[in-house]
C-alpha cells in the first residue's frame, strides 16, 4: 500500500518562498509518476506540477511555471515542491499523489492518481 505525506506548509508573505516535501512509502512498483495539487478554499482541485519517474521529466500548469519547481529523489522517495513569488491566489491545501503512469503530462492532465496524501495547508498573506 503506498502512503504519501505532505510537509512544509506554512503561513508566508506575498513574495516569499516555501519547499514543500512529500515522503511516498510502500511499494515502488505501484507508482510511477508523482504530482502536486491544490485546492483553494471554494475552488476545485487543480493539478500544479508532476515529475515522471523514469527520466525526471516534468509539467506545470501555466499559473505556477517559471515560480515553482518540482524534483524528486528516488532513491529518498521524495518529492519537493519549491515555490518562489508567492502570492495570495496560492493560498490551498497542496496535496502529492501518485499515478502508476510514468508521464508527467497524464499525471498534470486528469489522470488517474491513485494514492494520494491528506494535504498541507499553505498560507500567502500578509
Known amino acids: 500500500q503506498v502512503q504519501l505525506v505532505e510537509s512544509g506548509g506554512g503561513l508566508v508573505p506575498p513574495g516569499g518562498s516555501l519547499r514543500l516535501s512529500c515522503a511516498v512509502s510502500?511499494?515502488?512498483?505501484?507508482?510511477?509518476?508523482i504530482g502536486w495539487f491544490r485546492q483553494a478554499p471554494g475552488k476545485e482541485r487543480e493539478g500544479i506540477s508532476c515529475i515522471s519517474y523514469s527520466d525526471g521529466s516534468r509539467a506545470y500548469a501555466e499559473s505556477v511555471r517559471g515560480r515553482f519547481t518540482i524534483s524528486r529523489d528516488n532513491a529518498k522517495n521524495t518529492v519537493d515542491l519549491r515555490m518562489n513569488s508567492l502570492k495570495p491566489e496560492d493560498t490551498a491545501v497542496y496535496y502529492c499523489?501518485?499515478?502508476?503512469?510514468?508521464?508527467?503530462?497524464?499525471?498534470?492532465?486528469?489522470?488517474?492518481?491513485?494514492?494520494w496524501g491528506k494535504g498541507t495547508l499553505v498560507t500567502v498573506s500578509s
Open positions: 510502500g511499494s515502488t512498483s505501484d507508482y510511477a509518476a
Open positions: 499523489a501518485t499515478t502508476h503512469i510514468d508521464s508527467a503530462y497524464y499525471c498534470l492532465n486528469g489522470g488517474h492518481m491513485g494514492h
